[in-house]
């Protein structure tokens, strides 16, 4: 199965940009590149997903390497609500057999 | 729009027995999966429903089944509970099939402890 590696943790301050990254040197070309967080008690969150380009949303940026073999999650003004666990994950497979292969994040702490 | 709602929220249970949870998914989500989240795995796809037929499965032993309704709300079943069974069970829909393509939205889950 395709895998992700991430740092376990992190740590930024409020009002600052944060760069999480991601690698995932197995990707096969139609795998789509998705984050999710998770925050404290609750189910994960979409937070944005990829191709090849570069994706913008209201919630984050994704930066996505040409190779294909790493991508980076930018959150251009954390505040403290931004403190989750972030999750990069593939869509691994293809048409109806396609699932999402998840690790186990990147732990981000936000200071205020 | 409501979210995806997950009941029950809690449930303890002993070893041996069987459970079911249930999910309902955001109007109009035709597909649903399901994953179980234990704090060393981190989340496991358990498997995928659209339009009540099951298109994808994850590593995971008979004992776990599922079925989606024509409502699209779906159920799944633990049976002859483990101890290891003991995890958050989170449920998710999105609106077209291939969890890899479409983004999900999940619930807050089902927090199942067997004693």
């Known amino acids: 199965d395709a895998k992700t590696t991430q740092p376990n943790s992190m740590e930024s301050n409020e009002e600052e940009p944060v760069h999480l990254p991601c690698n995932h040197s197995?990707?096969?070309?139609?795998?789509?590149i998705h984050w999710y967080r998770q925050l404290p008690s609750q189910g994960p969150e979409y937070v944005i997903h990829?191709?090849?380009?570069?994706v913008n949303n209201r919630m984050a940026s994704l930066a996505i390497a040409e190779d294909r073999k790493s991508s980076t999650l930018i959150l251009h003004r954390a505040t403290l609500r931004d403190a989750a666990v972030y999750y990069c994950?593939?869509?691994w497979g293809a048409g109806n057999n396609r699932k999402l292969i998840w690790g186990l994040g990147t732990s981000l702490a936000v200071n205020p | 729009k409501a979210g995806v709602t997950q009941t029950p929220r809690y449930l303890i249970k002993t070893r041996g027995q069987q459970v079911t949870l249930s999910c309902s998914p955001i109007s109009g989500h035709r597909s649903v999966s399901w994953y179980q989240q234990t704090p060393g795995q981190g989340l496991q796809f358990l498997f995928e429903y659209f339009s009540e037929t099951q298109r994808n499965k994850g590593n995971f032993p008979g004992r776990f089944s599922g079925r989606q309704f024509s409502n699209s709300r779906s159920e799944m079943n633990v049976s002859t509970l483990e101890l290891g069974d003991s995890a958050l069970y989170l449920c998710a829909s999105s609106w077209g099939t291939g969890t890899g393509t479409y983004e999900q939205y999940f619930g807050p889950g089902t927090r199942l402890t067997v004693t």
């Open positions: 994950i593939l869509g």
């Open positions: 197995t990707i096969s070309g139609t795998d789509y």
């Open positions: 990829g191709l090849t380009s570069n």
